[in-house]
């Protein structure tokens, strides 16, 4: 069984930046494709960025590219998303999930393990 657990986030003013970190447990995670996620109060869960197994390609929503960049280090089962510039927009609780992938297709629905969620708090 999938357990990750996020950590990072925080209350930071507009402009400012922050490095989330998921680390996973109960397997290695190069067998799977890895995701961040955000929902906002009163909105839907969305789709931030994504990573394939071995890290060659991501994927990143429109409103977050050239501001966000999602990596993974496989040896350490840990998967980051650095967020720079950000903005009170990108207010929300942010969500890594996973899910098995053999192929280096990145996508972004259809996960089946997810965190518990970190705030993502920024102040105008």
């Known amino acids: 069984q999938v357990q990750l657990v996020e950590s990072g986030g925080g209350l930071v003013q507009a402009g400012g930046s922050l490095r989330l970190a998921c680390v996973a447990s109960g397997l290695t995670i190069d067998t799977l494709l890895m995701g961040w996620f955000r929902q906002a109060p009163g909105k839907e869960r969305e789709f931030v960025a994504a990573i394939s197994r071995l890290g060659g390609n991501t994927s990143y929503r429109d409103s977050v590219k050239g501001r966000f960049t999602i990596s993974r280090d496989n040896a350490k089962n840990t998967v980051y998303l650095q967020m720079n510039s950000l903005k009170p927009e990108d207010t929300a609780v942010y969500y890594c999930?996973?899910?098995?992938?053999?192929?280096?297709?990145?996508?972004?629905?259809?996960?089946?393990?997810w965190g518990q969620g970190t705030q993502v708090t920024v102040s105008s």
């Open positions: 999930a996973a899910d098995w992938s053999l192929s280096a297709v990145v996508r972004t629905t259809g996960y089946d393990y």
